[in-house]
């Protein structure tokens, strides 16, 4: 049964600092892995998607990189602005399957 | 930019009473999934939905749940006699592809289900 678990569970940070998000998962055998960003009692927003062939996917001042043979991702943030301030969440879809597992997320305050 | 639509956003019922979360998933998308998060916890999948079939489900979707697209454009959850664990917010999602391979999920903002 796959677990994925974030780490740090919060993190606050200055404005304009770079910063690593982690994400690991039990299970390899994965299909994909996805990013997401959730604002208080609102809904989930895709940042990015990696498919388990894939190293990195950037977005912006976002990188996400897949280590599968590790059970590592990282969602690395670049010159970090209050409006990052959210709960990132991390999800696996493992092969076989049509549901996303989620992590428990890193809730992320940048302040001015 | 396509949304998933929700409603309602909050919802009231009565411990025992049935409840109806609607969802509007994207126009071309033909996979439809509900996912749950109760208070303070992970989103946890429920159920997901293609050809008019539920294809996959998780030990939380008993038979107390049940899903429907009742026409080419609603996506429904039914909860049929509400408990108070069933107090969460419930996410509709939808995809283009099986396993959201080509830009991953698209997420609804949520209803949230209080059962008092």
């Known amino acids: 049964k796959q677990e994925v678990t974030q780490i740090p569970a919060a993190l606050s940070v200055p404005e304009g600092e770079n910063l690593v998000l982690n994400c690991s998962f039990t299970?390899?055998?994965?299909?994909?892995l996805q990013w997401f960003r959730q604002d208080p009692g609102k809904g989930l927003t895709s940042l990015l998607l990696?498919?388990?062939?894939?190293r990195e996917q950037t977005s912006g001042r976002l990188n996400a990189s897949l280590d599968k043979s590790s059970g590592r991702s990282t969602l690395y943030i670049a010159a970090s602005q209050p409006g990052d301030s959210a709960t990132y969440l991390c999800?696996?879809?493992?092969?076989?399957?049509?549901?996303?597992?989620f992590g428990t997320g890193t809730r992320l305050l940048v302040s001015p | 930019e396509p949304e998933v639509t929700q409603t309602p956003s909050h919802q009231v019922t009565q411990m025992g009473q049935e409840v109806i979360l609607r969802c509007v998933p994207i126009?071309?998308?033909?996979?439809f999934y509900w996912y749950r998060q109760i208070l303070g916890q992970k989103v946890e999948f429920l159920v997901s939905?293609?050809?008019?079939?539920?294809?996959?489900k998780s030990e939380i979707f008993d038979d107390q749940f049940s899903v429907e697209r009742p026409d080419g454009s609603n996506f429904t959850l039914k909860i049929r006699s509400t408990k108070l664990e069933d107090s969460a917010m419930y996410f509709c999602?939808?995809?283009?592809?099986?396993?959201?391979?080509?830009?991953?999920?698209?997420f609804g903002s949520g209803t949230r289900l209080t059962v008092v």
């Open positions: 999602a939808s995809s283009g592809t099986q396993r959201g391979s080509d830009y991953g999920y698209t």
């Open positions: 299970d390899s055998a994965i299909y994909n």
């Open positions: 990696i498919q388990s062939s894939q």
């Open positions: 999800a696996t879809m493992n092969t076989g399957f049509q549901k996303l597992v």
């Open positions: 126009s071309n998308h033909l996979y």
């Open positions: 939905f293609y050809n008019n079939e539920i294809s996959e």
